[in-house]
């Protein structure tokens, strides 16, 4: 405020980069989290009407222990894998980053 800066330029310019290692966390550990519901999904709603809530983990087991499928389903798990793995590897990334500032 003492320079002149407006809001928007104090919270892109100050606040946003000061938080920013921490949006990072945040924003990884919720895409983990997502994947994490598997039970909650196949409950609910089986996987929804018309597919419409259907995740990889559910779309793997539905290949494997309903349609009988297990290549496919093992396909499909190998994917979900990669997929957490790189964000594993992004949230470590991040972690190890925040640790050394």
């Known amino acids: 405020m003492i320079d002149g800066a407006g ?3 104090r919270l892109f310019s100050i606040t946003i980069p000061a938080i920013s290692e921490t949006i990072k966390v945040v924003l990884t ?3 983990i989290n997502t994947f ?7 409950i609910m709603t089986n996987g929804g009407p018309g597919n419409t809530t259907e995740m990889l983990s559910t779309f ?3 290949l494997s222990f309903q349609l009988n499928r297990f290549d496919d389903s093992a ?4 994917v979900l894998f990669l997929i957490l793995m790189l964000v594993g590897l992004f949230y470590i990334r991040t972690i190890r980053s925040e640790g050394d500032t």
């Open 7 to 9: 809001w928007w330029r």
């Open 29 to 31: 550990l919720g895409l």
């Open 36 to 42: 994490k519901i598997f039970d909650l999904v196949l």
């Open 60 to 62: 793997s087991y539905k």
């Open 75 to 78: 396909v499909v798990s190998n």
